[in-house]
């Protein structure tokens, strides 16, 4: 197990304090960087180089607090949640069983026959030792750890409320036959001393663990999103060997470069090339996509998707196990459910001294009414605070709704890096997108040649064909695909090959110095080979279209002319759209020329566009805007956009890119729709939305009831259902992003006949 980074399932923990004080423990050891999310009941441990600290360790340090981990054998393992519904279910059960009839004697006096209090007694007993048991074992741990959490809280209050009425009942006199008790909603002031609270026993557990068993259910609702999306990959796959018999083994035992079969209907094993056959792929399960895309011989599928068309494809296996796309999808939305948005730390720092104030508030209450010579209201005031202050919607506000909000995201495609990334969609105002396989779809397609006298196009496409064969850019790429489609012998090797990144490549081909790329590189190498009038017409008339003109020459001369044109994609001009509507300023980035980048700007309706930026200027460019106060976000695919995702002070990386462009990136965005950049965008802002929404409320729900429990305006009955109810509502209102939904238009923005120019054939 790599030591690097674990992940680790914790049991046991019952509120935010709890989370707080394992993560104290944790990052006391040595080389260890842990946060605790109260919320997924895991944690997040980075380990710093060489350091001694061991995962056993961190367990050990785990159970020394008080708390149960164990260390996960398998990715399942890992993301198998605690999960505690049928046993608080059971409890609760029990509990509202007997508090009905335990509520109905202590509230209603026409039922209250005589001893009727000693029967409330048998039936407080049991839902106190019984259902109350989980507070009970929780305080008891901390309390051996010299600490105190809500559980410590409410086994003291519900203690305190069972022993008062117990001592009223066999020393104050509220043992009588005759005794009555009234209905109340406040306590009365200088009333009886010996009145007995059982009800409010019964009343307080039975709303607790109702809230417990819902917050339980809404944790494993909200976690269902990552739990289905780990268990979308296949669990066997049939590999084809050598002679090309075909075997049927576990996935486990799938290796790097062994050929899998996927038949129609089947899902894809693994990441892979596909190596035979022609279908269509099914990927909206794990990028949202509703339409599959057809994928040929030499073009990569995704592991966990599904085989929607007719055709059986033979797949080269490229990633296994924890490489795959799905598991870095995995690890990326764990990473963020674990971690802490900067707003959680305040209610960290406050539910970590809030106990302690809670007990010295309720310990001073009990001594303000003792002293008022009214000891029934002293109990019954000190137990209100107790119960009502428990800090579960503060613990619960921020884990909850960014749960649920990473969880949704990953169903539509978007995945945040980590909680801190909210803070920043808010901000931002301005957003770079890069052109080529962002905003279009980047692959090129050679357009036309035109060539100089006494040359042939196919002489031309051949040599500068054999010469794009070591070049990445797509432009390349483009003419060596076309030079590859010839009736020619096959292009020869290429000697002194040299990439000019933006600029363009040259080499010896057959003994020919070749230089292909912008007129400015051939002129730069000398100005003889500057274009000819009528190539230099058809290289203006081309770039005023829209399409990339690139310049070739040998023999001491310019001798052709390859236009090139790029695809921009159906949905882009609906993503700018999109974005503007949020208010945000949009430019497009690129390193074609001036009039190809406003040919693309005006297709997808963007503000303002920046041309002619070497791959190198992207990261300048973002810190140009940065130093004019603008707060950048930045979209894009490349190596060439790592520097600029990294520099934006928001990056989003488009799925089908690189992983270096998605390294550096802070949101995901796992289909190559651009219309998800407005997504998660608005994603992000109602997450962070939420989580305010839930703070403000949880801190408002403390800070006007605790003075009305000291105040002993505040029966600890209804205490207990207000704190239950608080948890349940954080919770609910958390759940509401379980709704969210792109918006979309009926139908693409542009279509197919919108390309910049027309594909070939």
């Known amino acids: 197990m790599s030591t690097a980074r674990l992940d680790l399932p914790i049991s046991g923990m019952t509120c935010a304090s709890c989370a707080t004080r394992v993560e104290k423990k944790l990052n006391r050891l040595e080389g260890v960087e842990a946060t605790v999310n109260y919320a997924t009941e895991r944690a997040s441990i980075a380990f710093a180089p060489d350091t001694p600290t061991t995962p056993e360790d961190v367990v050990a340090a785990v159970e020394h607090a008080g708390y149960e981990a164990i260390l996960p054998t398998t990715q399942a393992d890992a993301h198998a949640p605690h999960d505690p519904v049928d046993a608080l279910r059971r409890r609760l059960i029990f509990a509202a069983a007997a508090t009905a009839p335990l509520l109905a004697l202590g509230m209603i006096p026409a039922l209250?026959?005589?001893n009727w209090q000693w029967i409330s007694l048998q039936l407080?007993?049991?839902?106190?030792?019984?259902?109350?048991?989980?507070?009970?074992?929780?305080?008891?741990?901390?309390?051996?750890?010299?600490?105190?959490?809500?559980?410590?809280?409410?086994s003291i209050g519900t203690i305190a409320a069972w022993t008062w009425s117990v001592i009223s009942l066999l020393f104050l006199g509220a043992g009588d036959p005759g005794m009555r008790h009234e209905l109340s909603f406040v306590p009365e002031r200088g009333g009886p001393a010996g009145d007995v609270y059982f009800e409010a026993v019964g009343v307080v557990v039975t709303f607790l663990l109702a809230g417990r068993w819902f917050e339980a259910r809404a944790k494993r609702s909200a976690g269902a999103a990552l739990h289905a999306l780990l268990e979308l990959g296949a669990k066997e796959v049939s590999i084809l060997d050598a002679d090309g018999v075909e075997h049927r083994i576990p996935i486990d035992?799938?290796?790097?470069?062994?050929?899998?079969?996927?038949?129609?209907?089947?899902?894809?094993?693994?990441?892979?090339?596909?190596?035979?056959?022609?279908?269509?792929?099914?990927?909206?399960?794990?990028?949202?996509e509703s339409i599959p895309v057809e994928v040929h011989p030499g073009e990569p599928v995704t592991g966990a998707t599904v085989n929607a068309g007719g055709g059986l494809l033979i797949v080269?296996?490229?990633?296994?196990?924890?490489?795959?796309?799905?598991?870095?999808?995995?690890?990326?939305?764990?990473?963020?459910?674990?971690?802490?948005?900067?707003?959680?730390?305040?209610?960290?720092?406050?539910?970590?001294?809030?106990?302690?104030?809670?007990?010295?508030?309720?310990?001073?209450?009990?001594?303000?009414?003792?002293?008022?010579?009214?000891?029934?209201?002293?109990?019954?005031?000190?137990?209100?605070?107790?119960?009502?202050?428990?800090?579960?919607?503060?613990?619960?506000?921020?884990p909850t709704a960014l749960l649920v909000g990473t969880g949704r995201g990953a169903q539509l495609g978007v995945l945040i890096r980590g909680p801190e990334?909210?803070?920043?969609?808010?901000?931002?105002?301005?957003?770079?997108i890069d052109k080529t396989g962002t905003a279009t779809t980047g692959r090129m397609s050679l357009q036309s040649i035109d060539v100089a006298e006494g040359v042939s196009e196919a002489q031309a496409l051949w040599l500068v064909g054999a010469l794009q064969n070591g070049s990445e850019h797509p432009i390349g790429r483009a003419i060596a695909a076309a030079a590859q489609r010839l009736e020619a012998a096959p292009p020869p090797e290429v000697e002194d090959f040299t990439?000019?990144?933006?600029?363009?490549?040259?080499?010896?081909?057959?003994?020919?110095?070749?230089?292909?790329?912008?007129?400015?590189?051939?002129?730069?190498?000398?100005?003889?080979?500057?274009?000819?009038?009528?190539?230099?017409?058809?290289?203006?008339?081309?770039?005023?279209?829209?399409?990339?003109?690139?310049?070739?020459?040998?023999?001491?001369?310019?001798?052709?002319?390859?236009?090139?044109?790029?695809?921009?994609?159906?949905?882009?001009?609906?993503?700018?759209?999109?974005?503007?509507?949020?208010?945000l300023r949009t430019?497009?980035?690129?390193?074609?020329?001036?009039?190809?980048?406003?040919?693309?700007?005006q297709r997808i309706g963007a503000d303002d566009v920046i041309s002619e930026v070497l791959p190198a200027e992207k990261a300048a460019v973002v810190k140009r805007l940065q130093d004019d106060g603008r707060v950048v976000a930045m979209v894009g695919d490349g190596v060439n956009d790592a520097p600029a995702l990294a520099q934006a002070d928001l990056g989003m990386a488009i799925g089908t890119g690189t992983d270096v462009a998605i390294e550096a990136s802070d949101i995901t965005l796992v289909s190559g729709d651009l219309r998800l950049a407005p997504d998660a965008l608005r994603l992000s802002r109602r997450t962070l939305r939420t989580i305010k929404s839930n703070l403000f409320w949880a801190f408002a729900?403390?800070?006007?009831?605790l003075p009305l429990a000291a105040a002993g305006l505040l029966n600890p009955m209804i205490a207990g259902v207000a704190m239950a109810a608080s948890s349940v509502f954080v919770v609910a209102n958390s759940l509401r992003l379980r709704r969210f939904r792109p918006e979309r238009d009926a139908a693409p923005a542009l279509s197919p006949a919108g390309d910049l120019a027309a594909q070939p054939g």
């Not at 080269?316 to 707003?343: C, M, N, W, Y």
């Not at 430019?587 to 700007?601: E, H, P, Q, S």
């Open 112 to 114: 209250q026959f005589d």
């Open 124 to 154: 407080a007993t049991p839902i106190l030792v019984w259902s109350a048991l989980p507070f009970h074992r929780a305080a008891w741990t901390n309390l051996r750890h010299g600490t105190a959490t809500m559980d410590t809280l409410i």
């Open 701 to 705: 729900y403390n800070v006007a009831a």
């Open 316 to 398: 080269r296996a490229t990633r296994v196990g924890g490489d795959t796309q799905l598991a870095q999808i995995g690890r990326l939305v764990t990473e963020a459910q674990t971690g802490k948005a900067p707003v959680q730390r305040l209610a960290d720092r406050v539910a970590a001294i809030f106990v302690p104030v809670v007990l010295a508030i309720a310990a001073a209450t009990l001594g303000f009414w003792v002293g008022a010579d009214d000891t029934g209201l002293a109990f019954a005031a000190a137990v209100a605070v107790l119960i009502i202050a428990c800090p579960c919607a503060l613990g619960l506000a921020t």
């Open 587 to 601: 430019i497009l980035l690129t390193g074609d020329n001036a009039a190809t980048g406003r040919a693309v700007a």
């Open 253 to 288: 035992e799938l290796k790097v470069d062994h050929r899998f079969v996927v038949r129609p209907g089947e899902k894809v094993a693994t990441d892979g090339i596909v190596y035979k056959g022609i279908s269509a792929i099914d990927r909206s399960l794990l990028t949202g």
């Open 421 to 432: 990334i909210l803070e920043s969609t808010r901000r931002v105002d301005t957003v770079v």
């Open 499 to 583: 990439s000019r990144p933006g600029l363009g490549v040259q080499g010896t081909v057959s003994g020919r110095a070749i230089i292909a790329g912008r007129p400015a590189l051939l002129e730069s190498a000398d100005p003889s080979l500057a274009l000819p009038p009528e190539l230099e017409r058809r290289r203006a008339a081309a770039e005023a279209e829209g399409r990339t003109a690139i310049a070739a020459s040998w023999d001491g001369a310019a001798r052709a002319l390859f236009v090139v044109a790029d695809t921009v994609k159906p949905t882009s001009r609906e993503a700018v759209r999109r974005l503007r509507e949020l208010g």
